[in-house]
């Protein structure tokens, strides 16, 4: 069975073309980890947008990224569907990154192996290493 998430929708996790060719089978280009680790940040610090596309926003790349993103990498976790760009609506993102950092251990951090420091939007993924991870752009 597929993991689905519980607090957000496919379009608010793949770019437009991909979620309208792909649909529902969508959900198994995202790693589990990503979706169960986004679940639960949301569980922890409330309303957080990654894509924001389907509603007429900005945001169409925070999630999968494909070949034809101008963000794309072979190597981003992006590609692979283990990284997530979150914004929450109620918490600063800094907060919450150093919330992660502090005490990685909590049920809502988990999963996350991986930040990025010094950007404004909260990166997070699911790779493979040791936890947790830092790295600047």
């Given at each position: 069975?597929?993991?689905?998430?519980?607090?957000?929708?496919?379009?608010?996790?793949?770019?437009?073309?991909?979620?309208?060719?792909?649909?529902?089978?969508?959900?198994?280009?995202?790693?589990?980890?990503?979706?169960?680790?986004?679940?639960?940040l949301r569980d922890w610090y409330g309303p957080m947008t990654i894509n924001n596309w389907y509603w007429g926003g900005e945001r169409e790349w925070s999630g999968l990224r494909t070949p034809d993103s101008p963000y794309y990498s072979e190597t981003s976790q992006h590609s692979y569907g283990r990284a997530a760009d979150c914004l929450f609506a109620d918490v600063p993102?800094?907060?919450?990154?150093?919330?992660?950092?502090?005490?990685?251990?909590?049920?809502?951090?988990?999963?996350?192996?991986?930040?990025?420091l010094d950007v404004s939007w909260l990166h997070i993924d699911v790779r493979n290493c040791e936890r947790i991870m830092t790295y600047r752009p």
């Amino acid at each position: 069975m597929t993991y689905r998430c519980r607090h957000f929708q496919l379009h608010e996790l793949l770019p437009p073309d991909l979620y309208y060719a792909r649909g529902d089978a969508g959900w198994q280009l995202l790693d589990e980890r990503l979706l169960r680790a986004i679940d639960a940040l949301r569980d922890w610090y409330g309303p957080m947008t990654i894509n924001n596309w389907y509603w007429g926003g900005e945001r169409e790349w925070s999630g999968l990224r494909t070949p034809d993103s101008p963000y794309y990498s072979e190597t981003s976790q992006h590609s692979y569907g283990r990284a997530a760009d979150c914004l929450f609506a109620d918490v600063p993102v800094e907060m919450v990154r150093t919330e992660i950092l502090e005490h990685p251990d909590e049920p809502a951090h988990k999963r996350i192996n991986s930040l990025e420091l010094d950007v404004s939007w909260l990166h997070i993924d699911v790779r493979n290493c040791e936890r947790i991870m830092t790295y600047r752009p």
